[in-house]
């Protein structure tokens, strides 16, 4: 059975996007074949898979997710292959601008992707389907977290980080009053900084939040993270022994034994 996670946090650059590619990758090393799903205008995740021009190209023609949230279409016609034979992708288009503005008068819109993601999840071709969230909490970042079974959320272990959690937090709570079967399978902790023993006291703080997990392995600060996007790529295929691409292998295990 297809199980679908999602990255999600209200805040920016904390991380979703890149370990929403990473974690796809290492799953895509196990053998788990994976589709990842861009949902935000700013194609990040898009961007750790085809080069600028060709995520361009994408976003202009009328095979992204925007086209397929607006014209309804089921998601199966919407999927491309990468150059990893186990990791399909559903990219992104800037025009995810205006994705509020086109759900507000769809009928029953917190579950159109929901709706658009039934056929291919029910066609068992994935184990694992990864969605990569916007900073926001609208409808569309409802849409995500009702079309999924798990969420994760990264957290940046920097003062500001923490900032808004508990925000995030009641929306997931709000969420699960329409999808109740959704879990919330854990915090990552991202961008640590292993000149600085702040991260003690993030990892402290978020510890102490009642019934939230906290995944073990933390991602550091490491330059091969944007070396890799520099190079459209996970940061596991551009450098395996990396500090980053080895967290985040043991991370995807954490994962994998928590889904
Ligand atoms: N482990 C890391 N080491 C160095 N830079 C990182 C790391 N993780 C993320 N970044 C950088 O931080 C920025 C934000 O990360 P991103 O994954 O895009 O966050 P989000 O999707 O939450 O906005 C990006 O520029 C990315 O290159
Ligand atoms: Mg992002």
């Known amino acids: 059975m297809t199980k679908i996670l999602c990255f999600a946090n209200n805040k920016g650059g904390s991380g979703k996007s890149t370990t929403c590619a990473s974690v796809a990758y290492a799953f895509a090393e196990r053998g788990k074949k994976a589709l990842v799903i861009d949902g935000d205008m700013q194609m990040n995740l898009t961007l750790s898979f085809f080069p600028e021009e060709q995520a361009l190209e994408i976003a202009k023609s009328e095979k992204n997710l925007y086209c397929a949230i607006k014209e309804q279409k089921p998601l199966g016609n919407y999927i491309y292959n990468t150059s990893y034979e186990n990791i399909d992708i559903i990219p992104?288009?800037?025009l995810m601008s205006s994705i509020e503005f086109e759900l507000f008068s769809k009928w029953q819109r917190e579950f159109i992707l929901r709706k658009l993601l039934k056929e291919v999840k029910e066609?068992?071709?994935?184990?694992?389907i990864l969605i990569d969230a916007p900073p926001t909490l609208g409808c569309w970042v409802m849409n995500v977290l009702s079309a999924s079974d798990s969420v994760i959320i990264p957290v940046e272990a920097s003062p500001w980080g923490l900032f808004g959690l508990a925000n995030m937090f009641e929306f997931i709570g709000q969420v699960k009053e329409l999808s109740p079967e959704l879990n919330l399978l854990g915090v990552?902790?991202?961008?640590?900084?292993?000149?600085?023993?702040y991260f003690r006291q993030t990892m402290e703080t978020l510890r102490g939040e009642d019934g939230i997990k906290v995944f073990d392995?933390?991602?550091h600060l490491d330059s091969s993270v944007e070396w890799a996007q520099d190079n459209s790529m996970p940061v596991g295929a551009y450098k395996k022994s990396s500090r980053s691409a080895k967290e985040y292998s043991a991370l995807a295990e954490e994962i994998l034994s928590a889904l």
């Open 217 to 219: 392995s933390v991602i």
């Open 92 to 94: 992104s288009s800037t």
């Open 188 to 197: 990552a902790v991202t961008k640590v900084d292993a000149r600085k023993n």
């Open 123 to 128: 066609s068992g071709v994935y184990d694992y």
